[in-house]
């Protein structure tokens, strides 16, 4: 397969699955158990029907894509989520994902168990480029302050911290292939440890992988500046709920924490409309994690190209839908009674 070849977000699974030994696209698919939530990440999307208003005045919606992330301006709505063992993908790793989305100005997380350590990534950061270091912290304090540190030394702007790892994922695609399945540490650590870490740095540390409307609200509680809904691309918990489940829950039981804190997601995000659907509830940004590390086999061009495509259809289809402005999508754009064939 050549780049000219990709079509859509789809296609880099296709690409790499050719391209790559199998176990390291076996790594990089795999999800939790039977992976009912892996594919539930991706079909959930289909269960909700758009509402397209028509004959509405377009013209200006690609001028409305760029947004902030906690303050910070980026050229759209969505960001790199962090994923381990980027050199499996390609040799220059994480480098090409800092790269690519510093030519296309989207949010990057590197992982902790990235390929590169935070400080090579660092070095290789354009002048002014924001990052979120994401972060496995355990309750040991001094490993803790010491992530913290470095992170901070290496210019991070905030601290992803990860907390849908309580265990290993039961990862049997990875195991059969006698791949090493973990990309994430135990993180048994409670909200009263969330308080500590947040006096241990100045960075903002936001959450990521909450699963309920009952803990985005504890998020709220506990003054935490954003979080993440994400159940880990499906290979932690399955049977866990995909993010754009969590969105509708809290949309229904507490919207109010759209307004009160930032939150993005993540899992099984592939088209634009899938983006938009995220959004319209209140989501501020929409994180992309295999359709990346499968766009790596590629280099930097094909980070690139990744942002191209999902951004390109952000564009048209919110133009399908008669949204006019990016802000200004809402929960009326979608029809929220599922389709009862699925
Ligand atoms: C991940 N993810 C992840 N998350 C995290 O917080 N720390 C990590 O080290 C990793 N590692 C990792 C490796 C690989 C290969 C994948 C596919 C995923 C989860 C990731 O951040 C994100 O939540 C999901 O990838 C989103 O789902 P999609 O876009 O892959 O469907």
């Not at 029907?49 to 992330?69: A, F, G, N, Y």
């Not at 390929?115 to 001094?142: C, M, R």
């Not at 440890?193 to 985005?216: C, E, F, N, R, W």
Request: glycine letters at 8%; one cysteine or more.
């Amino acid at each position: 397969p050549n780049l000219s070849d990709i079509i859509g977000l789809p296609d880099f699974d296709w690409a790499a699955r050719h391209y790559l030994p199998t176990k390291n696209y076996t790594y990089y698919r795999n999800g939790a158990a039977g992976e009912w939530s892996y594919r539930n990440n991706l079909e959930v999307f289909h269960r909700y029907r758009l509402r397209p208003r028509v004959m509405v005045d377009i013209t200006k919606i690609e001028s409305t894509l760029p947004t902030t992330i906690l303050g910070h301006n980026f050229s759209a709505p969505i960001f790199i989520s962090p994923c381990a063992r980027g050199a499996y993908g390609h040799q220059e790793g994480e480098l090409n994902l800092l790269k690519g989305a510093a030519a296309g100005n989207i949010l990057y997380m590197p992982a902790l168990l990235a390929s590169y350590t935070i400080e090579e990534i660092a070095a290789a950061k354009a002048e002014g480029q924001v990052v979120f270091q994401q972060l496995y912290l355990s309750s040991n304090d001094t490993e803790t302050q010491d992530l913290l540190d470095r992170s901070k030394a290496a210019g991070a702007n905030a601290i992803v911290f990860t907390v849908d790892s309580a265990a290993d994922g039961n990862r049997h695609r990875a195991a059969r292939y006698g791949v090493g399945s973990a990309d994430s540490e135990y993180t048994y650590i409670t909200w009263d440890y969330y308080k500590k870490v947040s006096t241990m740095t100045d960075l903002p540390v936001i959450l990521k992988g909450i699963m309920t409307v009952d803990d985005a609200k504890l998020a709220v509680k506990n003054k935490v500046p954003a979080i993440i809904l994400s159940n880990h691309g499906g290979r932690q918990l399955d049977g866990s709920p995909s993010s754009l489940e969590v969105a509708i829950e809290i949309h229904e039981k507490a919207p109010e924490v759209f307004k009160q804190i930032e939150v993005y997601a993540d899992g099984g995000v592939r088209y634009g409309a899938d983006v938009l659907k995220l959004l319209s509830l209140g989501v501020k940004a929409v994180g992309l994690g295999r359709p990346f590390m499968f766009a790596n086999v590629f280099g930097t061009k094909g980070i690139e190209k990744a942002i191209q495509i999902i951004k390109h259809e952000i564009a048209i289809d919110a133009a399908n839908l008669g949204v006019g402005n990016l802000d200004k999508i809402d929960p009326s754009y979608v029809q929220w009674t599922p389709n009862n064939w699925m």
